[in-house]
């Protein structure tokens, strides 16, 4: 297992129990309780963990893996959805794109669809996320519009008021959403507010809202709401999503696309 994979595993054990044990971490990633230390000393040395006496606590009350961290989780769902996602968007359209794993997929297929190889141009992308947009700005067919704000590291979002000023001289075709959590209840939501309002304001801009969000993050709430159900056109979500859960979503409103 690599450091990185390692690194990964412990803070997504770490995040689920909020508190972990060098020996217990060690018989888990089946390595030896040194290397857990030295894990431990250099994670905590990056504030992604607190150090204890024989172990190591979350960071904070509200604890938020930073995206570098969990591009892993769920991959092969996250790809499917984003092919899935991109094959919802036509040539010359203005699209929106929130920060996050599963959108940032979205962008890596936009990047090798075909038919999106010339145009002036093939796609527009407006995007908060720095990720997104160093990605697609290669791409010389796509014209990428970057949003203002400030970074915010854990997920490479551009966040706060400077925003505003771009996103209220727009018009898009469809914004696609990066979430959390989606309930038929409480909405589309984020861990952060200020990442939550920038979100809200694409979709209030947007002709169409498509919610890319693998099966894990269906029926769950979180912190921030980013807007009602009853805003989403369509959800694109793995096989394994919850069927009560998709027949909600559908009775809702919402068009929805299990890949």
Known sequence: MSRDARWKALLDLLVERGRLDVEEAAA???VSAATIRRDFDQLAAQQMLVRTRGGAVVHGVSYELPLRYKTARNASEKQRIAAAV???LAPGEAVGLTGGTTTTEVARALAVRGDLTS????????TNALNIANELAVRPQFKIVLTGGVARPQSYELIGPLADG?????????AVLGVVALDVTHGAAAHDEAEAAINRLLCERAERVVVAADSSK???????????VDTVDTLVTDTAADPELVRGFEEAGLRVLSV
């Open 28 to 30: 888990e990633l089946e």
């Open 86 to 88: 991109a094959d919802l």
């Open 166 to 174: 771009v996103l209220s001289q727009i018009t898009l075709d469809v």
């Open 218 to 228: 269906l029926g769950r709430r979180a912190f921030a709401r980013i807007c009602a």
């Open 119 to 126: 145009g002036t141009p093939a796609l527009t992308v407006v």
